[in-house]
């Protein structure tokens, strides 16, 4: 049944179970809409509603989705409620895979397979997610009031919490490095300025290596998605207007 549904379709179901979740329509409104705009049937419409709640609970689900459904929803769900939500919707799926294959009707491998790709997505992101939050945290800090900035400081821990985190690297490409670094022979590939200065451990100019296109974001490890920078140009790439 569920193999059927076009993308058409669960795109559809998507935006009706969003408006469900959030109150705007009911399930019998937005199962009838479905049925009538999109031809879904009244059962897959109301199992798309509820499987949507239960991933933004992060709380088993019992109906089936499709794979290419489920893999469509989590981008959506990142896109319109970011990580957290992605978060909860990841854990939701890999419940509703152990409820599904304890049944023993058969294994969701491509299901499996969606899962597993959003959770390394996920890891790779954590890291990128931590220091957005901070960075928020300190324009924050910087508009609130100073005296209770200054109370804050007074009353705060002076060592700072610490909390394990694993996480997936990339294990980059030395020859990439070497010869983005050949190319720009000791100059920035950016203000054209030379490196600020040489590294004490090997005498060479200080540039960093950066991927144009983020690894994290699928960019190849190749030294046409790279420019040797100096530490300005990169900080500006990242942080920069
Ligand atoms: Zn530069
Ligand atoms: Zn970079």
């Known amino acids: 049944m569920s193999r059927k549904i076009t993308k058409d379709q669960y795109a559809a179901a998507f935006a009706v179970a969003v408006d ?29 509603m509820y499987d949507f ?4 609970n992060g709380q088993v689900f019992h109906r089936a989705m499709s794979a290419d459904a489920v893999d469509y929803f989590f981008f ?3 896109r ?11 854990q939701a799926t890999s419940l509703h895979i152990t409820y599904f294959e304890g049944l023993r009707r058969g294994k969701l491998n491509k299901l499996r397979g969606v899962v ?14 931590l220091e957005k939050t901070f960075q928020q945290q300190v324009v924050d800090s910087l508009q609130a009031n100073p005296e209770a900035r200054r109370q804050r400081l007074k009353a705060a821990s002076t060592k700072p919490k610490q909390m394990q985190v694993t996480s997936t690297v990339f294990i980059r490409n030395p020859d990439v490095v070497a010869e983005t670094l050949i190319r720009a022979n000791g100059v ?22 950066h991927h144009k296109t983020r690894l994290a974001d699928g960019g190849d490890d190749t030294v046409e998605n790279t420019l040797a920078l100096c530490p300005n140009c990169h900080r500006r790439f990242h942080f920069g207007l």
């Open 188 to 209: 920035c590939e950016n203000c054209k300025q030379p490196a600020p200065f040489l590294k004490k451990s090997d005498g060479l100019p200080y540039l960093e290596v």
């Open 76 to 78: 959506e769900i990142e």
């Open 53 to 56: 709640k239960c991933m933004m």
């Open 116 to 129: 597993e790709k959003y959770q390394q997505h996920l890891e790779i992101t954590r890291y990128a997610d």
């Open 20 to 48: 469900f979740y959030q109150g705007r329509t009911t399930l019998t409104a937005g199962s009838n809409y479905l049925c009538e705009t999109h031809s879904l049937n009244m059962a897959s419409a109301r199992d798309y």
């Open 80 to 90: 319109q409620f970011g990580l957290d939500a992605l978060r909860n919707a990841v």
